[in-house]
Protein backbone atom coordinates (compact mmCIF):
# COMPACT_ATOMS: atom_id res chain seq x y z
CA UNK A 1 0.00 0.00 0.00
CA UNK A 2 1.35 3.46 -1.01
CA UNK A 3 2.24 6.33 1.36
CA UNK A 4 0.00 9.52 -0.08
CA UNK A 5 1.14 11.94 2.82
CA UNK A 6 3.58 12.66 5.09
CA UNK A 7 3.44 15.64 7.49
CA UNK A 8 5.52 16.79 10.72
CA UNK A 9 4.46 19.11 13.37
CA UNK A 10 4.75 20.66 16.52
CA UNK A 11 3.62 19.25 19.96
CA UNK A 12 4.08 19.27 23.79
CA UNK A 13 5.88 16.72 25.63
CA UNK A 14 4.85 16.08 29.10
CA UNK A 15 7.28 18.74 30.60
CA UNK A 16 5.42 21.15 28.25
CA UNK A 17 8.57 21.39 25.92
CA UNK A 18 7.88 21.07 22.42
CA UNK A 19 8.72 17.88 20.47
CA UNK A 20 8.03 16.48 16.96
CA UNK A 21 5.06 14.03 16.07
CA UNK A 22 4.59 12.89 12.39
CA UNK A 23 1.54 11.59 10.31
CA UNK A 24 1.65 8.83 7.37
CA UNK A 25 -1.21 8.53 5.53
CA UNK A 26 -1.89 5.68 3.33
CA UNK A 27 -4.12 5.42 0.13
CA UNK A 28 -7.02 3.40 2.11
CA UNK A 29 -8.08 6.36 4.01
CA UNK A 30 -6.20 5.78 7.05
CA UNK A 31 -3.01 7.95 8.71
CA UNK A 32 -0.30 6.77 11.43
CA UNK A 33 0.63 9.36 13.96
CA UNK A 34 3.56 9.54 15.99
CA UNK A 35 5.55 11.63 18.49
CA UNK A 36 9.08 11.32 19.88
CA UNK A 37 9.98 11.39 23.69
CA UNK A 38 13.21 13.87 24.99
CA UNK A 39 15.24 13.62 27.82
CA UNK A 40 16.66 15.82 30.76
CA UNK A 41 19.62 13.44 32.00
CA UNK A 42 21.03 13.58 28.30
CA UNK A 43 24.46 11.76 27.07
CA UNK A 44 26.72 13.57 25.18
CA UNK A 45 27.42 10.67 22.74
CA UNK A 46 23.21 10.78 22.23
CA UNK A 47 22.07 11.22 18.66
CA UNK A 48 21.13 14.79 18.10
CA UNK A 49 18.01 16.51 19.44
CA UNK A 50 17.59 19.50 16.67
CA UNK A 51 15.86 22.05 18.64
CA UNK A 52 15.45 25.65 17.00
CA UNK A 53 17.72 28.03 19.80
CA UNK A 54 16.97 31.75 20.48
CA UNK A 55 17.26 32.92 16.93
CA UNK A 56 13.54 31.82 15.88
CA UNK A 57 10.99 34.38 16.00
CA UNK A 58 8.27 31.74 16.41
CA UNK A 59 10.46 30.24 19.52
CA UNK A 60 9.89 33.17 21.20
CA UNK A 61 7.61 31.48 24.03
CA UNK A 62 9.15 28.43 23.67
CA UNK A 63 12.94 29.41 25.28
CA UNK A 64 14.98 28.27 22.46
CA UNK A 65 13.26 25.05 22.48
CA UNK A 66 11.04 24.66 19.73
CA UNK A 67 11.24 22.07 17.26
CA UNK A 68 10.20 24.09 13.66
CA UNK A 69 13.48 23.24 12.11
CA UNK A 70 13.41 19.72 12.53
CA UNK A 71 9.43 19.34 11.60
CA UNK A 72 10.45 21.62 8.54
CA UNK A 73 13.30 18.54 7.62
CA UNK A 74 9.68 16.06 7.49
CA UNK A 75 8.10 18.48 5.50
CA UNK A 76 10.67 19.54 2.95
CA UNK A 77 13.17 16.70 2.93
CA UNK A 78 11.65 13.51 4.08
CA UNK A 79 7.93 13.96 2.57
CA UNK A 80 8.85 14.10 -1.20
CA UNK A 81 11.38 10.69 -0.96
CA UNK A 82 8.56 8.72 0.76
CA UNK A 83 4.87 9.83 -0.70
CA UNK A 84 4.16 7.33 -3.66
CA UNK A 85 6.76 4.38 -2.15
CA UNK A 86 5.22 1.21 -0.44
CA UNK A 87 4.69 1.96 2.99
CA UNK A 88 7.62 -0.53 4.48
CA UNK A 89 9.84 0.39 7.93
CA UNK A 90 12.74 -0.78 6.71
CA UNK A 91 12.52 1.15 3.09
CA UNK A 92 11.83 4.30 5.17
CA UNK A 93 14.41 4.03 7.42
CA UNK A 94 16.88 3.39 4.56
CA UNK A 95 15.89 6.13 2.48
CA UNK A 96 16.22 8.49 6.06
CA UNK A 97 20.03 7.04 6.38
CA UNK A 98 20.38 8.23 2.68
CA UNK A 99 19.17 11.33 3.49
CA UNK A 100 21.32 11.80 6.58
CA UNK A 101 24.27 9.19 6.47
CA UNK A 102 25.70 11.06 9.71
CA UNK A 103 25.53 8.31 12.62
CA UNK A 104 23.77 10.91 15.08
CA UNK A 105 21.44 12.44 12.69
CA UNK A 106 22.63 15.50 13.12
CA UNK A 107 21.58 17.22 9.17
CA UNK A 108 17.84 16.28 9.78
CA UNK A 109 17.59 15.83 14.16
CA UNK A 110 17.12 12.49 15.07
CA UNK A 111 13.66 14.04 16.48
CA UNK A 112 12.52 14.46 12.66
CA UNK A 113 14.28 10.72 11.58
CA UNK A 114 12.57 9.11 14.94
CA UNK A 115 9.18 10.69 13.91
CA UNK A 116 8.90 9.58 10.68
CA UNK A 117 10.26 6.03 11.31
CA UNK A 118 7.90 5.53 14.24
CA UNK A 119 4.78 6.25 12.43
CA UNK A 120 6.06 4.11 9.11
CA UNK A 121 6.19 1.04 11.72
CA UNK A 122 2.82 2.07 13.28
CA UNK A 123 1.62 2.39 9.61
CA UNK A 124 3.45 -1.23 8.50
CA UNK A 125 1.60 -2.72 11.40
CA UNK A 126 -1.57 -1.79 10.13
CA UNK A 127 -0.95 -2.86 6.83
CA UNK A 128 -0.71 -6.56 7.59
CA UNK A 129 -3.18 -5.97 10.59
CA UNK A 130 -1.35 -6.60 13.26
CA UNK A 131 -0.92 -4.98 16.76
CA UNK A 132 2.65 -3.35 16.50
CA UNK A 133 4.11 -5.85 18.94
CA UNK A 134 2.59 -8.42 16.36
CA UNK A 135 4.38 -6.75 13.66
CA UNK A 136 8.22 -7.41 15.07
CA UNK A 137 7.68 -11.03 16.59
CA UNK A 138 4.08 -12.33 14.19
CA UNK A 139 4.30 -15.96 15.50
CA UNK A 140 4.59 -17.68 18.81
CA UNK A 141 3.99 -15.97 22.55
CA UNK A 142 4.95 -12.59 23.17
CA UNK A 143 6.77 -11.56 26.21
CA UNK A 144 5.75 -8.89 28.21
CA UNK A 145 8.56 -7.25 29.47
CA UNK A 146 9.34 -6.82 33.37
CA UNK A 147 8.74 -3.43 34.89
CA UNK A 148 11.60 -1.44 36.31
CA UNK A 149 9.58 1.47 38.38
CA UNK A 150 10.68 4.71 39.51
CA UNK A 151 9.47 5.20 43.66
CA UNK A 152 11.70 7.92 44.34
CA UNK A 153 12.92 10.67 42.04
CA UNK A 154 16.16 13.03 42.26
CA UNK A 155 18.50 14.29 40.44
CA UNK A 156 18.15 16.44 37.66
CA UNK A 157 14.27 15.00 37.23
CA UNK A 158 13.46 16.07 40.72
CA UNK A 159 15.43 19.86 41.94
CA UNK A 160 18.19 17.41 43.31
CA UNK A 161 16.21 16.12 46.02
CA UNK A 162 18.73 12.96 45.88
CA UNK A 163 22.14 12.94 44.46
CA UNK A 164 21.28 9.85 42.25
CA UNK A 165 18.60 9.73 39.70
CA UNK A 166 15.85 6.79 40.60
CA UNK A 167 15.36 4.57 43.43
CA UNK A 168 13.63 1.80 41.57
CA UNK A 169 12.04 -1.60 42.08
CA UNK A 170 11.66 -4.49 40.11
CA UNK A 171 9.07 -7.25 40.72
CA UNK A 172 11.01 -10.32 40.09
CA UNK A 173 8.63 -12.74 41.98
CA UNK A 174 5.51 -11.17 40.22
CA UNK A 175 3.55 -13.94 37.67
CA UNK A 176 1.91 -11.50 35.45
CA UNK A 177 2.54 -7.90 34.34
CA UNK A 178 -0.60 -7.56 35.90
CA UNK A 179 0.48 -8.47 39.11
CA UNK A 180 3.38 -6.76 38.78
CA UNK A 181 1.79 -3.83 38.24
CA UNK A 182 -0.51 -4.02 41.58
CA UNK A 183 2.79 -4.61 43.20
CA UNK A 184 4.37 -1.19 42.43
CA UNK A 185 1.00 0.53 42.69
CA UNK A 186 0.79 -0.53 46.37
CA UNK A 187 5.19 0.09 46.97
CA UNK A 188 4.01 3.83 45.82
CA UNK A 189 0.81 4.35 47.90
CA UNK A 190 3.04 2.75 50.83
CA UNK A 191 5.87 5.21 50.05
CA UNK A 192 4.03 8.42 49.63
CA UNK A 193 1.73 7.36 53.39
CA UNK A 194 5.14 6.74 54.59
CA UNK A 195 6.62 9.91 53.92
CA UNK A 196 3.69 12.17 54.91
CA UNK A 197 3.26 10.41 58.38
CA UNK A 198 7.52 11.25 58.77
CA UNK A 199 6.74 14.66 57.97
CA UNK A 200 8.71 14.68 54.49
CA UNK A 201 8.25 16.14 51.62
CA UNK A 202 5.15 14.14 49.52
CA UNK A 203 3.87 16.52 47.21
CA UNK A 204 6.23 16.99 45.13
CA UNK A 205 6.10 14.78 41.60
CA UNK A 206 9.04 14.45 39.59
CA UNK A 207 9.18 14.38 36.10
CA UNK A 208 8.60 10.70 35.79
CA UNK A 209 6.06 10.57 38.14
CA UNK A 210 8.44 9.61 41.43
CA UNK A 211 8.01 11.37 44.68
CA UNK A 212 10.73 13.88 45.20
CA UNK A 213 10.70 13.12 48.79
CA UNK A 214 14.77 14.63 50.26
CA UNK A 215 16.85 12.59 51.87
CA UNK A 216 20.81 13.12 53.38
CA UNK A 217 21.92 9.88 51.50
CA UNK A 218 21.32 7.48 49.04
CA UNK A 219 21.29 4.84 52.34
CA UNK A 220 18.41 6.50 54.06
CA UNK A 221 16.31 6.38 50.75
CA UNK A 222 16.77 2.76 50.24
CA UNK A 223 15.92 2.25 53.48
CA UNK A 224 12.70 4.36 53.08
CA UNK A 225 11.76 1.85 50.05
CA UNK A 226 12.30 -1.17 51.68
CA UNK A 227 10.27 0.00 54.67
CA UNK A 228 7.58 0.49 52.07
CA UNK A 229 7.83 -2.60 50.40
CA UNK A 230 7.86 -4.71 53.94
CA UNK A 231 4.91 -2.65 55.17
CA UNK A 232 2.87 -3.53 51.44
CA UNK A 233 3.75 -7.47 52.71
CA UNK A 234 5.90 -8.20 49.92
CA UNK A 235 9.06 -10.18 50.38
CA UNK A 236 12.41 -8.47 49.74
CA UNK A 237 14.29 -10.11 47.74
CA UNK A 238 12.08 -12.96 46.32
CA UNK A 239 9.50 -10.40 45.32
CA UNK A 240 10.83 -7.21 44.88
CA UNK A 241 14.14 -5.67 44.98
CA UNK A 242 15.61 -3.12 44.27
CA UNK A 243 17.47 -0.97 41.15
CA UNK A 244 19.61 2.08 41.09
CA UNK A 245 19.95 4.92 38.35
CA UNK A 246 22.55 6.51 39.65
CA UNK A 247 22.96 8.95 36.43
CA UNK A 248 26.41 9.63 37.78
CA UNK A 249 27.57 11.95 34.67
CA UNK A 250 25.50 14.38 36.38
CA UNK A 251 27.49 14.89 39.20
CA UNK A 252 30.80 13.58 37.60
CA UNK A 253 33.22 17.02 37.28
CA UNK A 254 35.78 15.53 35.30
CA UNK A 255 37.83 14.56 38.70
CA UNK A 256 35.22 13.44 41.44
CA UNK A 257 32.04 12.25 41.85
CA UNK A 258 30.16 15.17 43.84
CA UNK A 259 27.12 13.91 46.30
CA UNK A 260 26.07 17.22 47.01
CA UNK A 261 23.67 16.39 49.69
CA UNK A 262 25.83 14.28 51.80
CA UNK A 263 28.68 16.71 51.05
CA UNK A 264 31.02 14.18 49.90
CA UNK A 265 33.88 13.68 47.06
CA UNK A 266 34.82 10.79 45.69
CA UNK A 267 37.67 10.09 43.01
CA UNK A 268 36.71 7.58 40.50
CA UNK A 269 38.58 4.85 42.18
CA UNK A 270 36.82 5.46 45.41
CA UNK A 271 33.44 5.62 43.83
CA UNK A 272 33.97 1.77 42.45
CA UNK A 273 34.79 1.34 46.25
CA UNK A 274 31.56 3.27 47.62
CA UNK A 275 29.01 1.53 44.74
CA UNK A 276 30.02 -1.60 45.68
CA UNK A 277 29.82 -1.63 49.19
CA UNK A 278 26.04 0.03 48.44
CA UNK A 279 24.67 -2.61 46.24
CA UNK A 280 26.56 -5.55 48.69
CA UNK A 281 24.64 -3.67 51.52
CA UNK A 282 21.36 -3.95 50.29
CA UNK A 283 18.77 -6.13 47.58
CA UNK A 284 19.46 -4.19 44.57
CA UNK A 285 19.54 -5.73 41.12
CA UNK A 286 20.33 -3.68 38.96
CA UNK A 287 22.27 -0.59 38.81
CA UNK A 288 22.18 2.29 35.93
CA UNK A 289 25.01 4.50 35.19
CA UNK A 290 27.16 3.98 38.26
CA UNK A 291 29.77 5.95 36.66
CA UNK A 292 30.39 8.80 34.16
CA UNK A 293 29.32 8.69 30.37
CA UNK A 294 33.27 8.43 29.35
CA UNK A 295 34.77 6.85 32.79
CA UNK A 296 35.25 3.53 31.13
CA UNK A 297 38.18 2.35 33.58
CA UNK A 298 35.40 3.20 36.15
CA UNK A 299 33.28 0.63 34.20
CA UNK A 300 35.57 -2.11 33.74
CA UNK A 301 36.53 -2.13 37.10
CA UNK A 302 33.63 -2.18 39.15
CA UNK A 303 32.37 -5.16 36.42
CA UNK A 304 35.22 -7.09 37.86
CA UNK A 305 34.49 -7.16 41.64
CA UNK A 306 30.70 -6.68 41.43
CA UNK A 307 28.21 -9.55 42.71
CA UNK A 308 27.41 -11.38 39.65
CA UNK A 309 24.38 -11.58 40.06
CA UNK A 310 23.68 -7.68 39.48
CA UNK A 311 22.54 -5.98 36.27
CA UNK A 312 25.10 -3.40 35.35
CA UNK A 313 22.96 -1.25 32.94
CA UNK A 314 24.71 1.36 30.65
CA UNK A 315 22.43 4.42 29.69
CA UNK A 316 24.74 7.36 29.15
CA UNK A 317 27.60 5.28 28.77
CA UNK A 318 25.99 3.25 25.54
CA UNK A 319 23.69 5.77 24.13
CA UNK A 320 21.81 2.41 21.92
CA UNK A 321 24.85 3.05 20.08
CA UNK A 322 26.48 0.06 18.30
CA UNK A 323 29.95 1.42 18.57
CA UNK A 324 29.99 2.15 22.01
CA UNK A 325 28.30 -0.96 22.44
CA UNK A 326 30.92 -3.37 21.04
CA UNK A 327 33.53 -1.77 23.18
CA UNK A 328 31.41 -2.51 26.28
CA UNK A 329 31.18 -5.80 25.19
CA UNK A 330 34.87 -6.38 24.20
CA UNK A 331 36.30 -5.02 27.94
CA UNK A 332 33.44 -6.14 29.95
CA UNK A 333 32.13 -2.38 30.96
CA UNK A 334 28.54 -3.43 31.61
CA UNK A 335 26.27 -6.51 31.25
CA UNK A 336 23.30 -4.94 29.63
CA UNK A 337 22.20 -2.11 27.78
CA UNK A 338 19.23 0.70 28.30
CA UNK A 339 17.22 1.26 25.01
CA UNK A 340 16.26 4.75 23.80
CA UNK A 341 14.72 4.91 20.51
CA UNK A 342 15.53 8.83 20.39
CA UNK A 343 19.46 8.10 21.88
CA UNK A 344 19.53 6.10 18.09
CA UNK A 345 17.02 8.06 16.02
CA UNK A 346 15.21 5.22 14.17
CA UNK A 347 12.97 2.21 14.72
CA UNK A 348 15.44 -0.63 12.44
CA UNK A 349 18.54 0.62 14.19
CA UNK A 350 17.75 0.70 17.76
CA UNK A 351 16.04 -3.07 17.24
CA UNK A 352 19.63 -3.86 15.90
CA UNK A 353 21.26 -2.19 18.73
CA UNK A 354 19.22 -4.40 21.08
CA UNK A 355 19.52 -7.55 18.98
CA UNK A 356 23.39 -6.99 19.65
CA UNK A 357 23.41 -7.08 22.90
CA UNK A 358 21.70 -9.49 23.40
CA UNK A 359 23.90 -12.09 21.04
CA UNK A 360 25.89 -10.98 23.61
CA UNK A 361 24.57 -11.58 26.62
CA UNK A 362 23.51 -8.65 27.77
CA UNK A 363 20.25 -7.74 29.33
CA UNK A 364 17.98 -5.13 27.91
CA UNK A 365 15.97 -2.53 29.01
CA UNK A 366 13.72 -0.78 26.52
CA UNK A 367 13.20 2.85 28.09
CA UNK A 368 10.99 5.85 28.24
CA UNK A 369 12.27 9.13 28.76
CA UNK A 370 11.76 12.31 31.22
CA UNK A 371 9.76 14.06 28.82
CA UNK A 372 7.36 11.85 27.31
CA UNK A 373 4.08 11.67 25.32
CA UNK A 374 0.71 10.10 25.34
CA UNK A 375 2.13 7.61 22.61
CA UNK A 376 2.09 3.72 23.68
CA UNK A 377 4.44 2.73 21.10
CA UNK A 378 7.08 1.69 23.35
CA UNK A 379 5.20 -0.97 25.60
CA UNK A 380 4.59 -2.71 21.58
CA UNK A 381 8.72 -2.09 20.77
CA UNK A 382 9.49 -3.99 24.25
CA UNK A 383 7.29 -6.68 23.82
CA UNK A 384 7.44 -7.37 20.35
CA UNK A 385 11.39 -7.09 20.57
CA UNK A 386 11.82 -9.38 23.73
CA UNK A 387 13.51 -6.84 25.57
CA UNK A 388 12.59 -8.68 28.65
CA UNK A 389 12.80 -5.20 30.45
CA UNK A 390 10.57 -2.12 30.45
CA UNK A 391 11.55 1.37 32.36
CA UNK A 392 8.85 3.67 31.90
CA UNK A 393 9.00 5.82 35.08
CA UNK A 394 6.55 5.44 37.86
CA UNK A 395 2.71 4.79 37.78
CA UNK A 396 1.67 8.39 38.07
CA UNK A 397 1.29 10.48 34.97
CA UNK A 398 -0.80 9.75 31.91
CA UNK A 399 2.16 9.65 29.58
CA UNK A 400 3.46 6.69 32.30
CA UNK A 401 0.52 5.20 32.60
CA UNK A 402 -0.41 5.08 28.49
CA UNK A 403 2.58 2.81 28.52
CA UNK A 404 1.77 0.19 31.38
CA UNK A 405 -1.88 0.80 30.03
CA UNK A 406 -1.03 -0.84 26.61
CA UNK A 407 1.46 -3.51 28.31
CA UNK A 408 -2.05 -4.76 30.18
CA UNK A 409 -4.10 -4.38 27.03
CA UNK A 410 -1.29 -6.65 25.62
CA UNK A 411 -0.95 -9.16 28.08
CA UNK A 412 -4.87 -9.54 27.99
CA UNK A 413 -5.32 -9.25 23.96
CA UNK A 414 -2.42 -11.31 22.84
CA UNK A 415 -0.71 -14.81 23.66
CA UNK A 416 1.90 -14.05 25.65
CA UNK A 417 4.42 -14.87 28.77
CA UNK A 418 5.60 -13.20 31.41
CA UNK A 419 9.33 -14.21 32.96
CA UNK A 420 12.00 -13.15 35.49
CA UNK A 421 14.50 -11.98 33.48
CA UNK A 422 16.78 -12.00 36.22
CA UNK A 423 16.92 -16.09 36.54
CA UNK A 424 18.84 -16.38 33.14
C1 LIG B 1 17.27 7.90 32.28
C2 LIG B 1 16.07 8.61 31.70
C3 LIG B 1 14.76 8.01 32.13
P1 LIG B 1 16.26 11.03 30.80
O1 LIG B 1 18.25 8.51 32.68
O2 LIG B 1 17.30 6.68 32.27
O3 LIG B 1 14.71 7.84 33.52
O4 LIG B 1 16.12 9.98 31.99
O5 LIG B 1 15.18 10.76 29.85
O6 LIG B 1 16.15 12.39 31.46
O7 LIG B 1 17.62 10.82 30.20
MG1 LIG C 1 19.43 6.61 33.01
Redesign the pocket.
Known amino acids: MKITKVLGYQVLDSRGKPTVAAAISLEDGSTHTSRV???????KHEAVELRDGNESISNRYYSGNSVNLAVANINSKIAPHLIGKEIDLTSVDQKLKELDSSETHEFLGANATLATSLAAAIASAHVRNVSLARYFQPTGKLLIPMPMV?ILSGG??ANRTLDI??ILIVPTGAKSFTEALSWIVAVREMAANLGSKAGKITHLVA??GGLGIPFDSIELACTFVLESIEKVGLRVGTEISLAL?I?ATQFFDGASYNLTTLGKSYSSVEFVDYSLKLVKNFPIISI??PFAEDDWSAWNSFSKIAPKYLQILG??LLTTNSGRLNRAISEKSANSI?I?ANQNGLVTSTQSVLKQAQAAGFNTVV?????ETEDSWLADLATGWRAGQI?V?STHGAERNAKWNRLLELEATEDCEFKNPFLN
Open positions: PSGASTGNAHQDDEDAEDDDLKSARSGKG
